[in-house]
């Protein structure tokens, strides 16, 4: 009976919808309701003032009454439900999947998920900038100054002199400085310690990253430096010296600039002793006593950068304007 119902239903409401338009089936919609409520007014009035309700021939009765407007209030309320079009099952789902779909994901919900992967970049980021450092300057092929003024020598590595104060500008230095502007200044490094925390003139000792470029590594392979050994730091010296021997079996950089029987190539040792005050380095600490054989050349050094006035090397420890006092003459 149900399914009977159902498809007179439809097909009434089809019916309607084809001889009519959607407009027409509104209105006719709207005056079958009106018609429901008027009559079920009236069979309310009936049961309770028979009298107030139009009068059929001699009878008064209640019952008359109320059998008259209930069955108009039955009949119009059925013509309304009729021409009430039901929903298809298609739309039935579709509602159904979009209230579900609201309900396991609220806009609050999203906007967690939202926030929680931002945050997880902003967290990435962050470990990916970790320990890296704005160089500032870069002073020669293996030393670099950084954000905060901090002086950073290379590990394991040794470019040919550009600023010595007792030496003149060597083969391939400037090479070596210019290759090393190019791979780190104005870029952010990132540093790696290995055992010393500064060499004897107070620079921090590290190996230097940028981005995957391994630049100590890089500057040796390609011919821009040599291999310098120096205990204790020694994590990658096994690596630096097979660079080296790459770089000299292939003739590249320095190893094809600067080789000759007048100028033999070697690797350089840890001590070198300025004798002269040519280009002398004033504007950071880089020298001490124990870089100058005489006491002679300690002062000129000492005097050629200020004096006590500006004694940037403590030269001169107790500021008698005499440096290095404990040095021969």
């Given at each position: ?26 209105i ?11 009559a079920f ?89 970790e ?101 204790p ?46 280009g ?8 001490n ?9 300690a ?9 006590i006035?500006n ?19």
């Amino acid at each position: 009976m149900g399914n009977e119902s159902y498809r007179w239903r439809r097909a009434l409401c089809y019916t309607a919808k084809k001889g009519r338009g959607k407009e027409e089936i509104i209105i006719m919609d709207t005056i079958f309701f009106l018609l429901t409520f008027l009559a079920f007014i009236g069979f309310v009035v009936g049961l309770i003032k028979p009298k107030k309700v139009i009068r059929w021939g001699k009878s008064k009765t209640r019952k008359r009454v109320v059998l008259t407007y209930g069955i108009a209030t039955l009949i119009f309320f059925i013509l309304f439900a009729v021409t009430t079009p039901p929903k298809t099952e298609t739309e039935t789902k579709s509602l159904t999947q979009e209230e579900q779909s609201l309900q396991t994901q609220s806009p609050s919900t999203q906007g967690e998920e939202v926030k929680s992967e931002e945050g997880q970049k902003t967290q990435e980021q962050l470990l990916s900038e970790e320990n890296t450092y704005l160089v500032t300057k870069v002073i020669d092929g293996d030393t670099i100054t950084i954000e905060g003024g901090q002086i950073i020598r290379y590990i394991g590595i040794d470019t040919p002199e550009t600023v010595h104060p007792s030496k003149p500008v060597e083969c391939f230095g400037k090479e070596a400085s210019n290759k090393n502007k190019e791979l780190v200044e104005g870029k952010k490094v990132k540093l790696e310690k290995d055992i010393s925390e500064t060499d004897k003139y107070g620079r921090l000792l590290r190996y230097v990253w940028i981005g995957d470029i391994f630049v100590n590594d890089y500057l040796v392979k390609q011919g821009y430096a040599y291999a310098y050994t120096y205990p204790p730091d020694v994590k990658y010296s096994d690596q630096f010296v097979k660079a080296q021997q790459e770089a000299k079996d292939n003739n590249r950089g320095l190893w094809m600039s600067c080789q000759s029987p007048q100028e033999p190539i070697s690797t350089p040792t840890p001590a070198q002793t300025p004798t002269t005050t040519e280009g002398i380095i004033c504007s950071y600490n880089v020298y001490n006593c124990s870089d100058f054989p005489t006491h002679n050349e300690a002062q000129k050094v000492f005097e050629q950068c200020g004096g006590i006035n500006n004694d940037i090397h403590k030269l001169d420890s107790d500021k008698d304007g005499i440096a290095c006092e404990s040095l021969p003459k």
